[in-house]
């Protein structure tokens, strides 16, 4: 396997990481390494553990066994929440839905992290609202409240508070559902830039395979609780394994 890193240390490593529900075994060892910089898609059949993954990594659920080192820090070792902290402000995780807070405007929404994590000033975390906002393509909308906006308009919202922090990771969990291709284009544009310009490793678990085509540098595939492919961008799209060519052509 060729890797992704170019001889860099892993920012991400995941190490035979298991999980089940009462007999219902989710993952079964599953084994995955992110480089810095790089966005890595992680493809997978409804039902395959993706977003329980994703749950393990940000410490919203526990693994059963095996591994997960952040940079130096392993956090499947972490048992309180004053441990996580340090992680949920460098990590940041875009929920499957935009999940933002319905009764929060925009601004208040987007300023929620800055206002937990930071001691910024009232105007200073004004300032970075709008600097978010500018970034995710959207103007001067900090009163809208999120019933106020389309589906795609909320995404970019909620990315916008996902980045608040300036996270070294993000993690995105379908970032694109419910959207339409033109609006998901702008998610994926949106997810290549935040990785040109401030550098972000990216974790994008995604049905879409046209976004998965836009963005990723790396392809996994998580199949029956297993990582059963890894591979860049170029050899996944030719890969003869017949769980892959259904995965993405049909
Ligand atoms: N909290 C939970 N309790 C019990 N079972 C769960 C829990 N969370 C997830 N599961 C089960 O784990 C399996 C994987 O779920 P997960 O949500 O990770 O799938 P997914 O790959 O994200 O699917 P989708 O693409 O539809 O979002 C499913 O069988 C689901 O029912
Ligand atoms: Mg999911």
Known sequence: ?????????????????TKAFGNNEVLRGVNLTLY????????????SGKSVLLGILIGLLQAGGGRVMLSDMEVTAFRT??????????????????????????????AFPLEIHTDLSRAAIDDKVSRLLAMVGLGDIQQKMPSELSGGMQKRVALARTIAL???????????????????DTIAELIRELQKRLGITSLVVTHDIRLAFRVADRVSMLYQGKIVITGPLEEIRNHQDPRVREFLYG
């Open 166 to 184: 300036e996270p070294r990771i993000v993690l995105y969990d379908e970032p694109t559902t419910g959207l339409d291709p033109i609006t998901s």
């Open 81 to 110: 929440e004053e441990e996580w902290k340090a992680i949920w402000r460098s990590v940041g995780f875009l929920f499957q839905g935009a999940a933002l807070f319905d009764s929060m405007s925009v601004r208040d929404n987007i």
């Open 36 to 47: 810095p910089g790089e966005t890595l898609v992680l493809l997978g059949g409804s039902g």
């Open 1 to 17: 396997m060729r890797g992704g890193g170019n001889g860099q240390e892993p920012i991400v490593q995941i190490e035979g990481v």
